[in-house]
């Protein structure tokens, strides 16, 4: 059922990567690695492209250089391939709010593929059982944010990359995401995030990159 | 999951919203409603002049009520995340626009259809080209919608996309507009309108084909 053991080859890779917003350079030259049981966390201070990296990371923006690979292919190349890999969270929940909590679930279930979990064992997951048939539009803000993660845990996805998981969550809801990723990086799944709270996760190889240096 | 059931998935959620938003779904038919009825008191009690008129008019309302609802296809999903969600599905991103596009017409489009005959029989439309006009509509608005889709997905990412959206759009509804009307004023005359819903068919079947493509590459335009 899990395939995310069965990809040893998964590799993600950034190379001489740049990207240019109103004729400004955000970074240029940019190169990263990522292997399966890793880690990579994106630092640097408002407006040094971190959010425009992580969607050229997911393939939602092109590099104006440079090129991004899976496995020693370009992503644009994969295409479909390439995302059925990927789950992003970004800025935007991308929860519908005319939809229930199980209903927004089973919809990104039905686009990516079927994760290990339950849609209630999801919720769960992220302390949103019970609320399987209320409307998204009555959660709260932390709430929903909490749902949007749950779509990482619905969807057999090898990389999760997430846009400031944090916002909006209290303490309690960041110590559950936090061991959330920490589970995922811990069973051989690639994490991509930016956040600017300090990021605790045990016994995982982390990697910073820093783009205002 | 396969293809198919992302394709329902997605129509059956956009169906389910929508009926959660019923008064979004209405505002068309009322446009189209309200537009047809505002001819007989414009133009003056001449059931003649009017029956003359009536395809042209039926038709222009339709067009105008189509391109009104336009914007509901991408512009929620743009606003809360969900269209970068689809874009980044497993599946490819064609499919699911027409899938979005399917939804979209039976919300808007369909309920046009049905209420054609009573509008064109209420203008003195001859009772033999009620049939064609159906027809005609039948095939042009599902074109109407897949040709706006690509023109909504080029301007979803703008503040204010309405004006440029109309401007994108119209000069591509124009054949359809010409072909479609034309064929219901033959019918109403008696003359055989078959050519005509022969050429409409062909832009359905040409807009079904290039329509998706062109807007799934259009949405990565607006979304990077």
């Known amino acids: 059922m899990s395939s995310t053991a069965t990809k040893p080859d998964a590799r993600l890779t950034g190379r001489a990567l740049s990207c240019i917003r109103d004729d400004r350079t955000l970074f240029s030259g940019l190169g990263f690695g990522v292997d399966t049981g890793e880690a990579l966390i994106i630092e640097g201070r408002n407006g040094t492209g971190k959010t425009t990296l992580l969607r050229a990371i997911c393939g939602i923006r092109r590099p104006d250089e440079g090129e991004i690979l899976w496995g020693g292919e370009s992503i644009e190349r994969l295409g479909p391939d390439y995302h059925r890999h990927v789950a992003y969270v970004g800025h935007n929940d991308g929860v519908k709010r005319e939809l229930t909590v199980a209903e927004n679930l089973r919809m990104s279930r039905a686009l990516g593929s079927e994760g290990r979990l339950s849609i209630e064992e999801a919720l769960r997951k992220v302390h949103l059982a019970g609320f399987e048939d209320v409307a998204a539009s009555n959660l709260s803000a932390g709430q929903r944010r909490r749902l949007a993660l749950a779509r990482l845990l619905v969807t057999d996805s090898l990389l999760w990359v997430l846009d400031e998981p944090f916002t909006s969550l209290d303490r309690h809801g960041i110590g559950i995401v936090e061991e959330l990723m920490a589970e995922h990086v811990a069973r051989g799944g690639m994490l991509v995030m930016t956040s600017h709270h300090e990021v605790s996760m045990h016994r995982t190889a982390v990697h910073r990159l820093n783009l205002s240096a | ?224």
Do not use: C
């Not at chain 2, 105008?64 to 743009?78: E, G, H, K, M, P």
């Not at chain 2, 369909?110 to 001859?126: I, Q, S």
């Open chain 2, 1 to 224: 999951m396969s293809i198919a059931s992302a394709f329902l998935a997605l129509l059956r959620r956009d169906l389910v919203i929508a009926f959660r938003r019923r008064s979004e779904m209405v505002n068309p038919l009322l446009f189209f409603v309200l537009v047809t009825s505002l001819f007989p008191l414009g133009v003056g009690s001449q059931p003649k002049l009017l029956a003359l008129m009536a395809p042209g008019v039926v038709w222009v309302a339709a067009l105008l009520a189509a391109l009104l609802s336009l914007d509901t296809i991408f512009r929620s999903d743009f606003e809360d995340g969900t269209l970068e969600q689809l874009l980044l599905s497993a599946q490819p991103v064609s499919v699911l626009v027409i899938a979005k596009v399917l939804a979209h017409w039976l919300i808007t489009g369909l309920p046009l259809l049905l209420m054609a005959p009573l509008l064109g029989t209420f203008l003195g439309l001859p009772s033999q080209a009620i049939g064609t006009l159906v027809l005609s509509l039948l095939f042009g608005t599902p074109a109407l919608s897949l040709i706006g889709a690509i023109g909504v997905a080029l301007t979803v990412g703008l503040r204010k996309g309405g004006v440029i959206l109309s401007l994108l759009v119209l000069p591509l509804y124009v054949p359809i507009l010409i072909f479609g009307a034309g064929a219901v004023g033959n019918a109403a005359m008696g003359i055989d309108a078959t050519a005509q819903m022969y050429i409409m068919a062909a832009f359905l079947i040409f807009s079904l084909t290039l329509s998706p493509v062109a807007t799934a590459a259009a949405l990565r335009v607006s979304l990077s």
